[in-house]
């Protein structure tokens, strides 16, 4: 199996994200955040289809689209229940489900914390995820619904997943992140990451997929000794 992924930004700071089954052609965007960027995206793409609409969580900013592309499209709606207090979804998936983009499927992950309902998509036989606003390149998602303990728990998830799993997550928060853990890591080798981080920003580059490997070696929250210090790193982080 082999999935294609075209990243490109949408909003302020946000990634949109069509994904392609190659054995199939079955193409799907993973949120919504803009939806006239999504068909300009799938227009350049030259995919010529939008066949599904995979909703992480609840937030505008993931779901605002839903309803036009799918008046464009016809495309499925999938999501978590969360999904219905901002936007339509025609199917409600939890963790434990699969969803099938073509011949691939994905495992959905329930991943509380920055939302209650939040979920996760992983494809294993591809080595790839995306995650939404759980975890970031050196960050993770601010604590909107849950505690720092469903937050804690859910990127202990994540963290089990081999190091060389690809994360496509939802925001460039990176150079703000970088910041903030040099203020707790100031290691040679965190010192270098930084800066590949603050020049790729300047060049007006991405610096988005980490993977997991990474994230473990660098990253102040997957880094954190229990959920205790966790939460304390996260509200240090909030008013950083």
Not at 40 to 47: D, H, P, V, Y
Not at 81 to 98: L, M, S
Not at 154 to 182: G, K, M
Request: hydrophobic fraction near 40%.
């Amino acid at each position: 199996m082999t999935l294609d992924v075209r990243l490109f930004p949408c909003l302020s700071d946000n990634y949109g994200y069509l994904v392609r089954d190659s054995a199939t052609g079955v193409v799907a965007a993973v949120d919504t955040p803009d939806a006239d960027a999504i068909l300009a995206e799938l227009e350049r793409s030259g995919w010529g289809r939008l066949d599904l609409i995979l909703n992480t969580h609840w937030h505008p900013d993931h779901t605002q689209g839903n309803a036009a592309l799918k008046a464009a499209s016809g495309c499925e709606i999938v999501g978590p229940e969360e999904v219905r207090k901002a936007a339509p979804i025609d199917r409600v998936i939890k963790g434990g489900d699969t969803v099938m983009l073509g011949e691939t499927p994905l495992e959905v992950t329930d991943a509380p914390g920055h939302t209650l309902g939040h979920i996760v998509y992983r494809s294993v036989g591809d080595g790839l995820a995306f995650v939404g606003d759980v975890l970031f390149v050196l960050g993770c998602g601010r604590l909107f619904e849950g505690t720092p303990e469903q937050m804690w728990t859910s990127l202990q998830t994540l963290a089990a997943w081999p190091d060389e799993t690809v994360i496509w997550c939802a925001h460039e928060y990176t150079a703000s992140n970088a910041r903030f853990t040099l203020s707790l890591d100031d290691r040679p080798e965190m010192q270098a990451r930084a800066a590949g981080i603050f020049a790729a920003r300047e060049r007006g580059e991405p610096t988005v997929p980490t993977t997991i490997g990474s994230e473990k070696a660098f990253n102040p929250f997957l880094r954190a000794a229990d959920a205790a210090d966790f939460a304390a790193r996260r509200a240090a982080k909030d008013s950083f």
